[in-house]
């Protein structure tokens, strides 16, 4: 148990702490830029082929059931297309964002 002297100190010091914050925050100013962005070509297909990348490495796992096994080690997975499946390489997909699309999918399971 924390004795009442202590208690008030405590609330004290974090009362203190809270008001030099406000007190330094209040000098800051907000400052908002807007900026275009004008990919060149090859940027914008590198992006839009991430972006499907991301598509079929998702699709992937999800088509495994394994998610908190899947390998983020991976150079190609398999795409079910109308004409059947075929293996599709992962060029522009990084490890990190293979392990951020498995932290997504495990997320979203738990939340169901």
Request: charged share 30%; no cysteine.
């Amino acid at each position: 148990m924390i004795s009442d002297e202590k208690l008030e100190a405590r609330n004290r010091a974090i009362s203190e702490n809270g008001k030099a914050t406000r007190a330094r925050r209040s000098s800051l100013q907000v400052i908002t830029r807007t900026v275009k962005l004008k990919p060149n070509t090859a940027q914008k297909e590198a992006l839009d082929r991430l972006l499907l990348e991301a598509k079929w490495y998702r699709n992937a796992a999800l088509g495994s059931g394994l998610l908190e096994k899947y390998d983020t080690k991976l150079k190609t997975v398999n795409v079910k297309t109308p004409s059947g499946s075929e293996p599709r390489s992962l060029i522009h997909l990084g490890s990190h964002h293979k392990q951020s699309i498995l932290a997504e999918l495990a997320w979203n399971k738990k939340s169901l």
